[in-house]
Structure formats: structure tokens, C-alpha cells
């Protein structure tokens, strides 16, 4: 278990593209599963992105299929979400969150991830 520090947020225009980072003090290849999620103002967290160790499978909301990529690199502990196409709609607070000491809940639900960083700030505009 450990700290989650997103980093990699800023300011883009509409079609342009990202990169955010999360990193931890912990052994990521220790956690069942690793997401994404973002938070609109006025809205409810969101699922974004997961991507599971064990079963070494993604899954992503349909929102953001073929436009994210998740992945992951044990070695720096780091987790990442390639953005590209992005859309003003894409304008959020990203949350990195993991699981540790429990089953992965294989879905982009909030209540099955047990750590979260602290957010970045990601803003599109048209």
C-alpha cells in the first residue's frame, strides 16, 4: 500500500492530446488493479480507465474507448492515461486510484478502490 501522486495535468485545446502520471511509493505490481477516474464540477466521479494485473485486461467507459489508453510500468510504479482527441467535455479533476488488500472490483465503480491521490486538473478547450 501507498501514496498516490497524479502529475501531468494542464491546459489544452480541443483534438490536442495528454499525459498524466501517477506515482506511488508502494510496488504497483502488488495492486490487483489500477484506474482512473475524473470529477466535473457539479458532477459524480466517473470512471475512466482500469487496468488489471492479474487478469492483464483494460476496460474503459465508453466515453473515452478508442481515444485513452491505460498502462502501466511496474518498474517506475508508475500508472499513465494517454489522452488524445481530447473534447471539451473531457474537462475534469483526474483522480489515479488502486486497490490493495482486496480483490480488484473490475468495474469503474469508486467504492471498490481503497487509495486515491489527490487529483489533477485537466482543462480543454474548443
Known amino acids: 500500500q501507498g501514496r498516490l501522486k497524479e502529475s501531468g495535468g494542464g491546459s489544452v485545446q480541443a483534438g490536442g492530446s495528454l499525459k498524466i502520471s501517477c506515482t506511488t511509493s508502494?510496488?504497483?505490481?502488488?495492486?490487483?488493479?489500477m484506474a482512473w477516474f475524473r470529477q466535473a464540477p457539479g458532477k459524480e466521479r466517473e470512471g475512466v480507465a482500469i487496468?488489471?494485473?492479474?487478469?492483464?485486461?483494460?476496460i474503459y467507459a465508453d466515453s473515452v474507448k478508442g481515444r485513452f489508453t491505460i498502462s502501466q510500468d511496474n518498474a517506475k510504479n508508475t500508472l499513465y492515461l494517454q489522452m488524445n482527441s481530447l473534447k471539451p467535455e473531457d474537462t475534469a479533476m483526474y483522480y489515479c486510484?488502486?486497490?490493495?488488500?482486496?480483490?480488484?472490483?473490475?468495474?469503474?465503480?469508486?467504492?471498490?478502490?481503497?487509495?486515491w491521490g489527490q487529483g489533477t486538473q485537466v482543462t480543454v478547450s474548443s
Open positions: 486510484a488502486a486497490v490493495w488488500g482486496k480483490a480488484c472490483p473490475l468495474r469503474l465503480v469508486p467504492d471498490g478502490f481503497n487509495y
Open positions: 508502494a510496488d504497483t505490481s502488488s495492486s490487483p488493479c
Open positions: 487496468i488489471s494485473v492479474g487478469v492483464r485486461s483494460t
